[in-house]
């Protein structure tokens, strides 16, 4: 099956810093998804990115769909972006790697 | 937006005992259930796979008498962990498709 790799895995923040986040695939895909995970495990969307650009905010993505990659920018952090971020492809089913844990510290 | 509702959010019971999780979609029908189970730091992971008023697909080492999924409405679908040991505490979540797909708020459930 599809494999998904991201990096970092673990990220430590000062706030107001910038940071981006890797999403690796290892086939082509029609979907691919972004989302943060809360403290209480909680799943925010944040983008459906299978191509292009988007911005939301404080976020945007780009995805790379003919090299296979996927790219968080997360700028001015905050404290509350903390959690864990996780990239998933696929639709039927979802697959998801293993996730990028972010701590944003005052 | 399409929402789906998962009860309860937090379970504790005790070993050799059962739990029911239920997910209910509120404003559509969920032809599909997706039932994922996350441990501690880790990924989510994909245990079964239900279509509305059929069996559930079980992933490769889940074991299907332990997890019995039920699909038997458009809006219902239940996964019951039977004679649970501590090794099945983990984060349950479910994902609802009809013409899009939702994620349930997810279970912690914790054997003791």
């Known amino acids: 099956g599809i494999q998904v790799e991201q990096s970092p895995p673990d990220l430590i923040l000062q706030e107001g810093a910038n940071s981006t986040l890797r999403c690796n695939f290892s086939?082509?895909?029609?979907?691919l998804q972004w989302f943060h995970q809360n403290p209480w495990g909680q799943l925010i969307n944040l983008f459906y990115?299978?191509?292009g650009t988007k911005q939301n905010g404080r976020l945007s993505a780009t995805t790379v769909a003919t090299e296979r990659y996927s790219l968080l920018y997360i700028s001015s952090s905050q404290t509350t972006d903390s959690g864990v971020y996780f990239c998933a492809v696929g639709n039927t089913p979802l697959v998801f790697g293993k996730g990028t844990r972010l701590s944003v510290i005052a | 937006g399409a929402v789906v509702s998962q009860h309860p959010s937090w379970v504790i019971c005790k070993s050799g005992t059962s739990v029911k999780i239920e997910c209910r979609s509120l404003d559509f029908q969920a032809t599909t259930m997706f039932w994922y189970r996350q441990f501690p730091k880790q990924s989510l992971m994909l245990m079964a796979t239900?279509?509305?008023?059929?069996?559930?697909?079980?992933e490769q080492g889940v074991e299907k008498d332990k997890f019995l999924i039920n699909h038997a409405s458009l809006t219902l679908s239940t996964l019951t962990v039977t004679s649970a040991h501590p090794e099945d505490s983990s984060f349950y979540i479910c994902?609802?498709?009809?013409?899009?797909?939702?994620f349930g708020s997810g279970t912690r459930l914790t054997v003791v």
């Open positions: 239900s279509n509305e008023g059929s069996k559930a697909t079980y």
């Open positions: 994902r609802a498709g009809g013409d899009g797909y939702t």
């Open positions: 990115i299978p191509s």
């Open positions: 086939d082509s895909v029609n979907n």
